[in-house]
């Protein structure tokens, strides 16, 4: 990260590929030990996962950590110390990646994950880019994604019965974003509902950008 703290210079909204922002990032400095560290960060339900998934396919298919591998609907957020000690203290001395990843159906640990040796790490997930992962990262992504989308996302995927926990989740990362002032360290802020037209398997919409 540039470490301009006022956030990403405001640009009018532009079509940027994949693969331009894949280099950008092969050419940015490694700040995670040899390993450059790229972190996909916004709201539940804003499309991180499917940006995260293709911007790997774009770096030749790197690995990405999920942050809800330590999140749950009970700890939101508190669960960095161990984010840590297991994936970014092995990432900065070169050492393997393993960690039990939570099982959010049978709200406990669930199955072991590896994460490949590679030059470029993805962390994809809510505060994925906290300002205590700044020193660590090479790039840091928000997608900037409208609060009704988001939930109108979430009880698609797990249903009008999970509405209240929704509310609930959302309230929290109010709160969380707003002490951490996340957005504003982004590199990158990306459109996460965009209405311009483009390929949305080579291109995003990119609202802001200090890269």
Not at 100 to 106: G, K, M, P, R, S
Not at 194 to 204: A, L, R
Request: glycine share 8%; aromatic share 8%.
């Amino acid at each position: 990260m540039g470490g301009v703290t006022a956030g990403a210079s405001k640009r009018a909204p532009r079509l940027m590929a994949y693969r331009d922002l894949a280099a950008l990032i092969r050419r940015s400095p490694p700040r995670c030990g040899q390993v450059r560290l790229v972190a996909v960060d916004g709201s539940g339900g804003a499309g991180k996962s499917l940006f995260a998934s293709r911007l790997a396919l774009s770096l030749g298919g790197v690995p990405v950590v999920h942050t809800d591998d330590f999140a749950s609907w009970e700890n939101p957020h508190d669960w960095w110390e161990r984010f840590e000690e297991t994936v970014l203290g092995p990432l900065a001395r070169g050492d393997l990646v393993r960690y039990q990843a939570y099982d959010w159906a049978a709200h406990r640990s669930g199955d072991w994950q590896e994460i490949p040796t590679s030059d470029i790490v993805i962390a994809e997930g809510v505060s994925s880019s906290r300002q205590a992962a700044v020193d660590l990262l090479t790039v840091a992504i928000w997608i900037d994604t409208p609060r009704d989308e988001r939930m109108a996302r979430g009880i698609a995927r797990d249903g009008e019965s999970m509405r209240l926990a929704w509310e609930q989740w959302m309230a929290e990362e109010d709160v969380h974003f707003a002490r951490d002032r996340t957005r504003e360290r982004a590199d990158v802020i990306v459109d996460g509902a965009p209405s311009v037209p483009h390929d949305p398997d080579e291109e995003f919409v990119a609202l802001a950008q200090r890269l």
